[in-house]
């Protein structure tokens, strides 16, 4: 899971969108991120201990063990995290202005590499899951799949000046 300080989580469950960094009742205004489920109870115990956030929701079931997830921050301060869009057609690498999309996509499958950053502030220490990298293969239906090789004809048919063939 974990390779050169980094964690490495393939194939993994995030809830709780905000690529875009949206305002909401627990989340100010340009804030991305969203959160991740940790599958291995003892490895999310282990990570609690040595500082990482981990959360845990309670079980819907009873009888069910608690769920360990983590919030993942999405910032492009620094140093920007490379996001990548996989599709049947190829891959597209995701800027700052379109890494939003990712809210609403219907994401197949998901494998990311987190940065992890320690901090201190107060007495008080910790480290804060920050995204490295992101391959996100979204699912394609029936028709994506049949229209994917046709090219885009609608910039062949506006003129240099913007405006339709008479």
């Known amino acids: 899971m974990a390779r050169g300080g980094f ?11 905000n690529f875009s960094g949206k305002e909401g009742k627990y989340n100010p205004e340009g804030r991305r991120n969203f959160c991740v489920h940790i599958d291995d109870i003892k490895a999310a115990e282990q990570m609690q201990r040595d500082g990482w956030n981990i959360r845990w929701l309670e ?3 009873e009888g069910s063990e608690r769920l360990p997830f983590m919030q993942v921050a999405v910032s492009y301060k620094n140093i920007p995290p490379k996001v990548v869009l996989v ?12 890494v939003n999309m990712l809210d609403w996509a219907e994401i197949e499958n998901i494998d990311l590499t987190i940065n992890p950053s320690h901090w201190e502030v107060n007495g008080n220490s910790g480290i804060k899951a920050y995204l490295r990298s992101a391959y996100v293969t979204i699912y394609e239906d029936e028709l994506d799949e049949l229209y994917s090789n046709v090219p885009d004809s609608a910039q062949s048919s506006i003129t240099e000046d913007g405006l339709p063939f008479d």
């Open 59 to 61: 079980p819907r079931d």
């Open 87 to 98: 599709s049947k057609r190829g891959q597209t690498r995701l800027d700052e202005d379109e």
């Open 7 to 17: 964690l490495t989580i393939k194939n993994a469950k995030i809830f709780s969108r």
